[in-house]
């Protein structure tokens, strides 16, 4: 068990029936070659060259014309299988823009699985998203292209944390991010994003309120509901806790007029030191809204090369940080899940009747405070 202050990395859906077997990308080639046409083409590149207008700030002419190809098949299977694809915020560029039917944070792609018609649904993010739109969407055949791409702040709690919590805190509603497996969700009162934590928080009919799995977020968190006694698990990103506050500081003295934008899963001390804090669609919304002459965002590195193109007066600046296990999905892997309807998530439904409610009842919350 997770104890509060140690993370694990158990990859969840490993070894679960529909995993698919970890091919080395050659392998993998190889294996969609016999079927597919997807050797580099200049030609295919050139038809979808609406696409690349997309991404085409970031993504090389010749790069392209090694993606166009597998673009170009996955787009056909997805009509064929009747299938969507959810891109999140931190999806490379060939694949939130080449691939995606919706880009957007876990929760707002989690809802528009429950609004399309698809029978399938491919999730291009990590498995607890996967969960997540699974959970909300029981009837629909969920994929995901890597069963390894798991999440440090999920991987860093079980429901056994969340009643240890209980124990430790009697009474005080357990408000858990919506970056956790469904086995947390369905041990917590009530669920969070980073754009609604701190109202969810705020509406809890307790002084006390335990916060998991973010230890980061909670302490934001802390800083802008202080009326209320909020403890926390001990989890972390390992994307926005490798931010310092000095990092900051001293890339604002090198690079002055540079607006400084950063995720709440970062330290309490890195956000004090940012012009703006938001999650990753309340940063979009910035970006759009203020649209500074520099921006660096201190988040995961893809979010500024997705938004890059709708926004060509903003210069994107600076250092960020990967995440591996976003990264492990591939345009070769959505292929292979797609033609072979491999690594299929499924919950338990008694699991997944409970963390139903946990995500409706901040759904519904959320719709009462107009948020
Ligand atoms: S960026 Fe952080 S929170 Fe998001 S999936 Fe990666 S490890 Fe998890």
């Known amino acids: 068990m997770a104890k509060q202050g140690e993370t694990s990395y158990m990859h969840p859906g490993l070894n679960k029936p529909g995993a698919i077997p970890l091919f080395d990308l050659p392998t993998l080639r190889a294996s969609l070659s016999d079927k597919y046409d997807l050797a580099p083409s200049p030609e295919i590149a050139a038809e979808l060259s609406h696409i690349y207008d997309r991404m085409s700030r970031v993504v090389t002419p010749a790069d392209w014309a090694i993606y166009a190809p597998y673009v170009k098949a996955i787009n056909a299977l997805k009509k064929e299988r009747n299938a969507v694809i959810l891109g999140h915020n931190y999806m490379t560029p060939e694949i ?7 880009g957007g944070d876990s929760l707002q792609l989690a809802i528009k699985a429950t609004e399309v018609e698809a029978d399938v649904i491919v999730q291009c993010g990590v498995h607890f998203m996967a969960e997540t739109s699974k959970i909300l969407s029981p009837e629909k055949t969920v994929l995901m292209p890597d069963m390894e791409a798991g999440c ?9 944390g969340v009643e240890e919590m209980r124990r430790r805190y009697p009474g005080a509603p357990v408000v858990t991010y919506v970056n956790t497996t469904a086995e947390v969700k369905a041990a ?14 705020a509406a809890q009919d307790s002084d006390t309120v335990i916060m998991t799995p973010d230890q980061y977020l909670a302490q934001n968190v802390a800083k802008e509901v202080p009326q209320k006694n909020i403890v926390w698990w001990e989890g972390s990103c390992i994307v926005h806790e490798q931010y310092s506050a000095k990092d900051l500081r001293d890339f604002r003295e090198w690079n002055p007029g540079t607006r400084l ?4 899963e970062c330290p309490p001390d890195v956000v004090a030191e940012a012009d703006f804090s938001g999650s990753t669609s309340g940063i979009i919304k910035y970006v759009t809204d203020e649209k500074p002459e520099k921006a660096l965002l201190i988040t995961e590195c893809s979010m500024a090369s997705n938004i890059s193109d709708q926004l060509p ?7 960020c940080n990967m995440c591996p296990f976003m990264k492990k999905i591939t345009l070769e892997k959505v292929l292979y899940a797609l033609d072979t309807m491999t690594g299929q998530v499924e919950v338990d439904p008694s699991v997944a009747d409970k963390a139903r409610l946990s995500v409706q009842r901040m759904i519904d919350l959320s719709h009462q405070l107009g948020i």
């Open 188 to 201: 917590s009162d009530i669920c969070c994003t980073s754009s609604n934590a701190a109202q969810i928080v």
């Open 313 to 319: 007066e903003v210069d994107f600046v600076g250092p």
């Open 261 to 264: 934008i950063a995720h709440p």
């Open 152 to 160: 440090s702040l999920a991987e860093s709690i079980t429901a056994e």
């Open 96 to 102: 939130y823009h080449g691939i995606s039917d919706f």
